[in-house]
């Protein structure tokens, strides 16, 4: 049998004023309240995760709001890391190898 490893891989987002940030993506299966970020003292919001070796798409959501990342929620405007969706809006990406 063959076994998948994975690595940690830390997510974060910078929303100051957020309430509430949490991560969906094809790892957790789009669940929007699955995986909460933790607020820090600098403003960004963190999240550490064994992810499998590959491609993973994702989108934070900032107080019940999806996003690719705060401030840049519709189409491609200087996101990091980010790619279209068929919804027409933008998710975010890491590759793990």
Same mark, same amino acid.
Request: with cysteine.
């Given at each position: 049998?063959?076994?998948?490893?994975?690595?940690?891989?830390?997510?974060?987002?910078?929303?100051?004023?957020?309430?509430?940030?949490?991560?969906?993506?094809?790892?957790?299966?789009?669940?929007?309240?699955?995986?909460?970020?933790?607020?820090?003292? +600098? *403003?960004? %919001?963190?999240?550490?995760?064994?992810?499998? /070796?590959?491609?993973?798409?994702?989108?934070?959501? #900032? +107080? *019940?709001? %999806?996003?690719?990342?705060?401030?840049?929620? /519709?189409?491609?405007?200087?996101?990091?890391?980010? #790619?279209?969706?068929?919804?027409?809006?933008?998710?975010?990406?890491?590759?793990?190898?």
């Amino acid at each position: 049998m063959k076994t998948t490893s994975s690595k940690q891989v830390e997510l974060c987002c910078h929303a100051p004023e957020a309430q509430a940030v949490f991560v969906a993506g094809t790892f957790n299966d789009w669940r929007p309240d699955a995986t909460p970020l933790r607020r820090q003292a +600098d *403003g960004h %919001w963190r999240s550490t995760l064994p992810l499998p /070796h590959g491609h993973h798409e994702f989108k934070f959501i #900032v +107080d *019940g709001q %999806w996003c690719c990342e705060p401030g840049c929620e /519709h189409e491609f405007q200087g996101c990091p890391k980010c #790619v279209p969706n068929e919804f027409g809006t933008m998710n975010r990406f890491v590759d793990v190898t």
